[in-house]
């Protein structure tokens, strides 16, 4: 299966983007899902800020980046 998302701009492309999938006997469903983002990943970024916060970070230097990359 492949998934296909599709940012319609009014209602007219909306209504013809179905039409068309109609058309073709695809089976499709419309999702109203006002948050783009996929919500375990906004809770990483989310603990990650407070760990920033509190002070919990590793400092690399530059030199030794590739190494602790496992580069």
Known sequence: MTTFTIHTEDKAH????KAVLKALNVKF???KDD????PEFVAKIIKS???IATGKTTRINIDKLDEFLGI
């Open 14 to 17: 909306l209504n013809a983007v």
């Open 29 to 31: 469903e419309i999702s």
């Open 35 to 38: 948050k783009p983002y996929n």
């Open 49 to 51: 800020k407070k760990e």
